[in-house]
């Protein structure tokens, strides 16, 4: 069934034409022109030292850029003092100021970035500034605003008759279920949805589900549930005068992915990093070293173990405190080692099939709530997807992190945020690695590095123009699948 | 001449029917052959031509020819070296120049299995093994999937022997001529005086010929066919192009090791479960001791740690392993010791010539039987002395010389540090490089040594890393730093680098 998904995503076929869109020619301004053309000495001294406009250019990049190599440093600001981070930051030789002061480049907490962008704060960031947030990323971060989003897009595509939107009789419900947009396992918010469930519930009495609270992460607060009764409890508990806490807090109650594809008996779930460089269009990047992360203990669904977190949940900060915690692999393994196993065990095209099928899950996310986005150009923002593969090979998207964490457990895991960290910088900054929001961020091929785009509409606008103009086929987005 | 020809071949034949009726695989074949004779497609009256037609079309003649290819690379070639040995034994030893050798490898082999009874002895342990009493027998028997679960004190264990270990003996491997020659003729820390024949680059290249054809023709579902046809030559030709696709590695090497399952291997692995399962050996805590010291904190394997443990402790059991290796010989007085059931007294990283095999094979069974036989083809030879020309003295011999005559600046580096450059690539050649290279490179290299038949590659590709990272060594005068430089290989890419090797001038 995940066959047809390439149809639309023009995913196999369409791989050299990625290639093509990120090779094309963007339309640079002159002064970007001139100055990857014919660099001078003081050129590539401004380049080293970074590069800012003159106060009096900055509605004219093209008069101002002859001007502007005063030798100003980018000043970076962060709220994290991880070392992947400030290495980054010193190695293009950024020096460290305050967010008081006059920052280029500010890798915030979700906190600040509130605050940057809150109306009270009146901030108003100039053109070559740049932050690691979305103002309201939540959107997509917040498990009950993500289900949320991703409903209300497919129900537009539905009222649209666009053929995404297509549904099949659910092969074990009366329901119905969308073909090629069935990403998610079914969730309610609670206590808003709670009738809902009941009536879900009832149609899957045997079923598990797993409770999270909506705005909390790394595992905190997640436990699971098979029974009614088990609900009704602790809803009673939760009004009670003693978890006055719990009442504010919505939750999320969602079909537990009970059937995990093991490997070596173990669940995981895969950890990937998606680079958002801007909403409208949507530009997003899929960073080619995710990893699995695994459970220390072996799955076992008897009733006995659904308390035992150790095997359900696979977060590291939960796993970190297992008795059998390895701090030497950090029960981290390699996206590309998952490949060459599920190619060698299971065949290549199953293998292709599932990580085209984890591509369109987060394009199709991403477009879910791209309309809802603040798309401000001083933003772009790095997510942790979790994604959970069951024993069909089907992905299923568990939850979407605005923050990844970026402390390293293992010596590879340095290595892996290290790069990750200055890959984002190299997609996001213009070639001179100066912020600059009138670039129109297209980087180059090198720039990408582990990078791989997953779709850029803008370039698919030009070149389905071109296509149409050339009488071939038209393309609606752009998804690659090579993940080597 | 004519009649001579003839009486070889009939000779071999002889020796091929004998060695068939050996194996396994012989009653099925003789029961479906007699299940073919008695069907109506055999025309008594035609005996010869119908049976023949039935045969083929009955696909037992690929089998046939499989067993026959397989025979006759391993079994015979060993009956062949055990004549000739019998006759030669006869002989008084000492005129055989590589007795020393051969007597270096029976006391290395001696002192391995010495120090496994002190073992036993220490902990008071019988070497035989135990019953297992029967709540254990429960436990294992219950967690013999999740045997990372399975708790037992292994603070008294430690590995038999280490890489280490085996290079300290081969350094200080005498010849002969060291009593007669004055000791300063010979440098201290080489042992190219070995008088073992090894291939020279020349050769090498020739070997490895098939690997500088480029042809452009690979039609997308060659390697299905290949595999349809069953012809075990035909999938290892396959493999030496070094670029097989990853689903079809498990298959082209099973075929290529004549390790596809039959009713009875499944059996076989089913009983060596069972006496695993009830008795208790020594071998099974240094089985566990090595997987938590190796796989279990390597992070491209650690995940089929469970898988290892029974594929690794069946292989403990098999005494077909001790029947198939073949050991070194030679009349050395003194005790001899009991070994294992299987004959392998497990090492540091044993668990990694099987971890590899996990990302070709979901079942067990399938896993094992492939590992055990490349085992018994290839492994066994790094981890013991011997004379033949893959054993690991002769790819130590065959690193010296190549570096010596195609990298002479590393070289005479190394030795202006006073460092043997074996001593850097040791526990690659041993391992096989397992645990070194990453899993899907290290898949290619095997490939290579699978469709080469040959772990002359083994040398010769570290060779290569060390000629690929010269400039980095020259830099550096002590054997830490070059270590340094050579523990991080996750961006070597094996075909590329061995082709530029093979074809530049």
């Known amino acids: ?484 | 001449m004519e009649e001579l020809q003839d009486a070889s071949i009939h000779h071999m034949t002889a020796k091929v029917i004998a060695a068939i009726k050996n194996t396994k695989c012989y009653e099925p074949i003789y029961e479906e052959l007699q299940r073919l004779v008695a069907s109506p497609s055999v025309d008594k009256n035609d005996m010869r031509n119908t049976l023949e037609d039935a045969i083929k079309a009955a696909g037992l003649e690929t089998e046939i020819r499989n067993m026959i290819y397989n025979l006759v690379r391993s079994r015979l070639e060993k009956l062949d070296v055990s004549d000739t040995r019998q006759t030669s034994t006869s002989k008084a030893t000492q005129s055989d120049p590589l007795g020393y050798l051969k007597r270096a490898g029976v006391l290395w082999d001696r002192r391995v299995r010495k120090s496994l009874n002190a073992m036993c002895g220490e902990l008071k342990v019988p070497l035989h093994g135990q019953p297992r009493i029967s709540a254990d027998r429960e436990d294992f028997v219950a967690k013999w999937n999740e045997l990372s679960n399975y708790n037992m004190d292994l603070s008294n264990y430690r590995p038999v022997y280490a890489p280490k270990d085996l290079l300290e003996v081969l350094l200080s491997l005498k010849g002969p001529a060291r009593t007669t020659e004055s000791t300063d003729q010979i440098p201290q820390w080489e042992f190219s005086h070995i008088a073992l024949p090894v291939k020279n680059l020349f050769e090498l290249r020739t070997h490895y010929a098939d690997l500088l054809r480029s042809d452009h023709y690979t039609v997308p579902d060659q390697c299905q066919r290949i595999l349809d046809s069953r012809h075990a030559p035909m999938c290892q030709q396959y493999l030496k192009k070094g670029c097989t696709p990853a689903p079809y590695r498990g298959a082209l090497w099973a075929s290529v090791l004549d390790s596809k399952l039959h009713d009875y291997d499944i059996e076989y692995w089913q009983k060596l479960r069972n006496v695993v399962w009830t008795t208790d050996h020594i071998v099974d805590k240094l089985v566990f001791k090595d997987i938590q010291l190796t796989a279990s904190n390597d992070d491209q394997y650690f995940v089929f740690e469970d898988v290892l443990y029974q594929v690794l402790l069946c292989f403990s059991r098999d005494t077909d392993i001790a029947n198939c290796v073949d050991y070194e010989q030679f009349p050395v007085k003194g005790k001899t010791y009991e070994g294992p059931p299987s004959g392998v007294v497990p090492f540091h990283g044993i668990c990694m010539f099987a971890a590899p095999f996990c990302y070709l094979y979901d079942s067990p069974v399938c896993l094992y039987y492939t590992f055990r036989a490349f085992y018994i083809r290839y492994c066994h030879r790094l981890t013991t002395i011997n004379t033949h020309p893959q054993g690991i003295v002769s790819l130590c011999l065959l690193f010296e010389k190549l570096l010596q005559t195609y990298e002479p600046q590393l070289w005479s580096h190394f030795r202006e540090l006073q460092i043997q450059p074996l001593r850097v690539v040791f526990k690659w050649l041993m391992r096989g490089f397992s645990g070194h290279l990453p899993p899907d490179q290290l898949l290619v290299l095997w490939d290579l040594i699978l469709g080469f038949d040959s772990l002359e590659i083994l040398p010769l590709f570290a060779i290569i890393i060390l000629s690929f990272r010269k400039e980095s060594i020259m830099q550096v005068a002590s054997l830490d730093s070059i270590e340094a430089i050579l523990a991080d290989l996750s961006s070597i890419k094996v075909l590329p680098l061995v082709q530029l090797a093979l074809s530049r001038d």
């Not at chain 1, 992915?257 to 990047?285: E, H, M, Q, T, W």
């Not at chain 1, 701090?327 to 085209?356: C, I, M, P």
């Not at chain 1, 798309?375 to 568990?398: M, Q, T």
């Open chain 1, 1 to 484: 069934m995940f066959g047809h998904v390439r149809v639309y995503s023009g995913g196999g076929g369409g791989g050299g034409g990625g290639d093509a869109a990120v090779c094309c020619t963007p339309e640079w301004t002159p002064s970007w022109r001139i100055a990857s053309l014919q660099p001078t000495i003081e050129q590539s001294v401004a380049i080293m030292y970074g590069r800012l406009p003159g106060a009096g250019n900055a509605n004219n990049g093209g008069a101002g850029a002859n001007q502007a190599h005063d030798r100003i440093k980018i000043g970076f600001c962060t709220d994290l003092d991880k070392s992947v981070l400030v290495n980054n930051f010193e190695k293009r030789g950024w020096h460290q100021v305050n967010g008081d002061d006059d920052w280029h480049f500010y890798w915030a907490g979700v906190q600040t970035c509130r605050n940057i962008f809150s109306v009270d704060s009146g901030y108003r960031m100039h053109d070559n500034q740049m932050i690691n947030h979305f103002p309201n990323h939540y959107e997509l971060s917040r498990k009950d605003l993500l289900v949320k989003n991703i409903k209300r897009y497919r129900k537009d595509l539905e009222r649209d008759g666009n053929p995404l939107a297509e549904k099949t009789e659910s092969n074990n419900s009366s329901g119905t279920r969308y073909v090629y947009l069935d990403f998610v396992p079914t969730t309610f918010v609670l206590p808003a949805d709670y009738n809902m469930f009941v009536e879900e519930y009832r149609k899957f009495p045997l079923s598990t589900w797993i409770m999270k609270p909506c705005g909390k992460s790394q595992g905190a607060g997640i436990f699971l549930i098979n029974k009614l009764s088990k609900l009704k409890k602790w809803s009673r508990e939760a009004k009670g005068p003693f978890h006055p806490q719990i009442a504010k807090e919505s939750y999320v109650i969602s079909r537990y992915i009970d059937n995990p594809l093991l490997i070596g008996g173990k669940k995981f779930d895969l950890r990937l990093y998606v680079l958002v460089a801007s909403f409208r269009p949507l530009k997003a990047y899929l960073f080619k070293q995710g990893f699995c992360r695994f459970c220390t203990v072996k799955y076992d669904t008897s009733v006995t173990e659904l308390d035992n977190m150790y095997v359900h949940l696979t977060n590291v900060s939960v796993q970190k405190h297992g008795g059998e915690y390895n701090t030497l692999h950090g029960g981290k393994w390699s996206v590309q080692n998952l490949a060459l196993y599920l190619e060698g065990t299971r065949g290549k095209e199953v293998t292709d099939r599932l990580f085209g099928a984890i591509s369109w899950l987060i394009v199709h996310s991403l477009r879910a709530v791209a309309p809802v986005m603040a798309s401000d150009r001083h933003c772009f923002e790095c997510y942790g997807y979790d994604i959970i593969i069951d024993n069909a090979l089907k992905p299923w998207l568990v939850e979407v992190n605005a923050s990844p964490s970026l402390t390293s457990t293992t010596v590879n895991d340095r290595i892996l945020k290290y790069k990750l960290i200055d890959n984002i910088l190299s997609v996001v900054l213009p070639p001179d690695g100066v912020p600059d929001v009138r670039w129109n961020k297209v980087p180059s091929a090198d720039a990408l590095g582990n990078f791989e785009l997953l779709i850029d509409e803008e370039l698919a606008a030009q070149d389905e123009a071109q296509n149409s103009s050339n009488n071939s086929h038209a393309k609606s987005s752009k998804l690659n699948s090579r993940w080597k």
